[in-house]
């Protein structure tokens, strides 16, 4: 099984508190959270013993330069037979966290908040590879759901890794937190344990057409019917 794209949510730490943040209750929820570097060895084992491999892997948070294992995740992922291209969304904060690992590093995404402004044009001038410089409008999400919104014209359709869970889409845990909805829930969520490719699978049949889409501000079309602020 190939896996296009997958996320790591591996950190909640940041210095900034952006408005647009996809995982901002989430951050604010669990403060403490880090994915642990136990974790991502357990993933990369059992994908290979699954036969699983990813087209690519992103590295986002909270900011992924700030997780403490940063440095030796993206060195186990280079080494990792299972995994194409290794990602990173950041907010600037540390250039020289991401030019050390250049020669690893694929497309890197940096959101161009004036807060990191210099450090942005820095890593934009200096990184040798693909790199995608990010600005966002804020759209705060709506209190009740969008009819006229599905099917989900999702740009967050990513499975990814929380912990010891892996949702099917990068959002999840952020849109379960502001649900008041249980992480651990398993028609949500999958043990790293389990047979997750398999779920995955399963979970692909009407992925786009759930409630908690009309709510979700990574669907186009509710984005689209939001004002800006």
């Given at each position: 099984m190939r896996v296009a794209d997958?996320?790591?949510?591996?950190?909640?730490?940041?210095d900034l508190d952006c408005p647009t943040c996809g995982q901002r209750a989430l951050r604010r929820a669990r403060p403490g959270y880090d994915l642990a570097i136990d974790q991502v060895v357990e993933l990369l084992t059992r994908a290979d013993a699954l036969g699983v491999s990813f087209a690519a892997v992103c590295l986002g948070g909270g900011e992924p330069t700030l997780w403490p294992h940063f440095d030796v995740a993206v060195e186990l992922l280079a080494a990792a037979g299972c995994v194409g291209e290794i990602r990173v969304l950041t907010n600037g904060r540390d250039p020289d966290a991401i030019l050390r690992h250049a020669d690893d590093l694929g497309r890197v995404m940096v959101t161009d908040y004036p807060a990191h402004r210099e450090r942005v044009d820095r890593l934009v001038a200096e990184y040798p590879g693909r790199l995608a410089r990010w600005a966002f409008d804020h759209r705060p999400p709506p209190a009740e759901p969008l009819a006229g919104t599905l099917p989900a014209a999702?740009?967050?359709?990513?499975?990814?890794?929380?912990?010891?869970?892996?949702?099917d889409r990068a959002p999840s845990p952020d849109r379960l937190v502001r649900l008041g909805l249980d992480l651990g829930d398993p028609n949500q969520s999958v043990d790293l344990a389990d047979d997750w490719p398999a779920w995955l699978q399963r979970r692909e049949a009407g992925k786009y057409t759930r409630p908690i889409?009309?709510?979700?501000i990574s669907n186009k079309r509710v984005w689209d019917r939001l004002s800006r602020h």
């Open positions: 997958f996320d790591f949510l591996t950190t909640a730490r940041c999702c740009r967050c359709g990513k499975p990814c890794l929380y912990g010891r869970r892996i949702f889409c009309e709510i979700c």
